[in-house]
């Protein structure tokens, strides 16, 4: 069964931007527009975390590292969820993971930022 798959990631220069993209599996793709879903990153040595949420009323919410910078939306026709992210800092390099807001499975390999 495929995972969720994110792509969009790379190393940026400082002050660069990134949009990230995440399509989930077929499984879910009749029940997608239910699902609260988020965008997580993990760190070198560090547990993951939930940096960017959206439900399925469109309600969003930031964690305080990300506020201001970042910009979650989604495509429920299209079964996708984005990430805008701009003004990038070191900080922010980290592996991020698209999934839904709680889940435990389905977890894609996620895909790479750096910032130089």
């Known amino acids: 069964q495929r995972p969720f798959v994110e792509s969009g990631g790379g190393l940026v220069q400082p002050g660069g931007s990134l949009r990230l993209s995440c399509v989930a599996p077929?499984?879910?793709?009749?029940?997608?527009?239910?699902?609260?879903m988020g965008w997580y990153r993990q760190a070198p040595g560090k547990q993951r975390e939930l940096v960017a949420s959206?439900?399925?009323?469109?309600?969003?919410n930031y964690s305080d590292s990300v506020k201001g910078r970042f910009a979650i939306s989604r495509d429920n026709s299209q079964k996708k969820v984005y990430l805008r992210m701009s003004s990038l800092k070191p900080e922010d390099t980290a592996v991020y993971y698209c999934?839904?807001?709680?889940?435990?499975?389905?977890w894609g390999q996620g895909t790479q930022v750096t910032r130089s």
């Open positions: 999934n839904r807001v709680g889940a435990s499975d389905d």
């Open positions: 077929g499984r879910i793709f009749s029940v997608y527009s239910v699902y609260d």
């Open positions: 959206i439900d399925n009323n469109g309600r969003i």
